[in-house]
DNA sequence: AATTATTGTGACAAAATTATGACGAATTTC
DNA sequence: GAAATTCGTCATAATTTTGTCACAATAATT
């Protein structure tokens, strides 16, 4: 149980700094960035639990920024609109957003919707630790061991695992591996699965027949 | 055990295909409609367990469509509206609605109601676990279990096994299995089935004899 | 009891599916 | 901007599945 990580993705420096503070006094750990691109980057290397995401941004604003997250990960996300255009809204639906503050609004406000969400969408902390046999996976560091050795998973090997781990004992198909693990918009190959698992299981060492391979299906992590 | 069956009906397709998504990446078997002529003709054919139908509708709105469901169907029924007028919800209880989910929504409030409408309902899902004898059937993980030891089915003998368990205590003919495990198109010789018998009874172990021969017609689970 | 019809079963080869190593383009890191 | 890493695709190998056949076994009928 740990700190709760906020990514705030506000280019007004200023807006930023007093979410920032609210946020802090809350108790949250707080990411910034001032654009998407940077946003991104934040995104792929730490473990964040929800976004708060500007709509007008430049280089990539909150839309596209957005669905680039969906692409991988159901983190909530809330956006900061200043227009409340119904439009808008719909828009930002389709990319996946989970909640809107219409501009202006109030820090209490803000806060209000920022803990509703989390409370909705059942965050309470990140930093959990996993053991599976001689497999340590730490979510928090985003850090593998196996057998104590520091092993390093590539993004797309340690997402596929991650939603193998959400799934232990599950069946999965091909197509639900991908379209979670690469997202709905991914039009390669089936087997594009097949080579993840292949390397996966690889570095998982002595577990990496924890991935059973469920014929005429897919696979399954068995725990 | 199959997989739960959900009937969308929205006009709007970009929305429609969205809602699709997020029900395929939960599991749930998706059909469309975009008009209530359409849902209905769909609702007649196919088994569908819950609907997800928009008020706002050409040809036929959600009420006449839903008044229409439920003249033969107690099916569970969700309704999208666009406005949260109080009267608006008492014309959709009035004809049988069983939830509400105004727009614009999130998706996962959207997920989060059909679940929770699901579950008051009654209706399972494919993760189910059965239990014949020392034959243990776990749906989810598409594992078999005989005495304890984890038994590979291939995909054929899965499927036949789950058609039997779905219709156990029946006399399933070597045409009826045929249809529905190998498709409708499928053209080789009814013995097929023999082998597939064969080989699941050797899979089965003691509880083999569950498939009794029913002469001069095919087969029977019991259980 | 003999005959006929139907089902059980082992063997086998074709077909289908999955595993794996290699390669190069794209991206990231330093 | 060079080096390293990641990642999708492909070709090929390895493995599993599956349909068919031949014949054995069993049940029904005459």
């Known amino acids: 149980m740990y700190q709760i990580n906020i990514l705030i993705v506000e280019d007004e420096e200023k807006l930023r700094k007093l979410i920032k503070k609210y946020l802090f006094l809350e108790g949250f750990h707080v990411h910034e960035a001032s654009n998407g691109i940077e946003a991104l980057k934040i995104f792929d290397t730490e473990t964040i639990d929800l976004v ?3 709509v007008m941004m430049p280089f990539k604003n909150g ?9 991988t990960s159901q983190v909530p996300i809330i956006m900061l609109t200043a227009r409340s255009a119904e439009d808008d809204k719909l828009q930002g639906f389709d990319v ?16 209000a919707r920022i803990k509703a969400l989390l409370k909705r969408t059942n965050v309470t902390s990140t930093n959990e630790k996993m053991q599976f046999g001689v497999l340590s996976i730490d979510t928090g560091a985003r850090r593998i061991l196996v057998d104590g050795e520091d092993m390093t998973f590539s993004p797309k090997e340690y997402d596929c695992l991650m939603y ?3 799934n232990a004992n599950q069946a999965l198909s091909r197509e639900q ?10 039009f390669g190959d089936d087997r594009t699965v097949d ?7 690889k570095k998982m060492g002595v577990e990496g027949d924890r991935i059973q391979t469920v014929r005429g299906v897919g696979y399954r992590f068995e725990v």
């Open 52 to 54: 708060v995401l500007d």
């Open 164 to 166: 193998f781990v959400d």
């Open 63 to 71: 839309y596209e920024v957005s669905k680039e997250i969906r692409k």
């Open 177 to 186: 591996i991908l379209n979670r693990v690469w997202g709905f918009d991914y």
């Open 195 to 201: 080579t993840v698992i292949k390397r996966l299981r």
């Open 96 to 111: 996946g957003i989970d909640d809107y503050v219409t501009k202006p609004f109030s820090t209490r406000e803000l806060m």
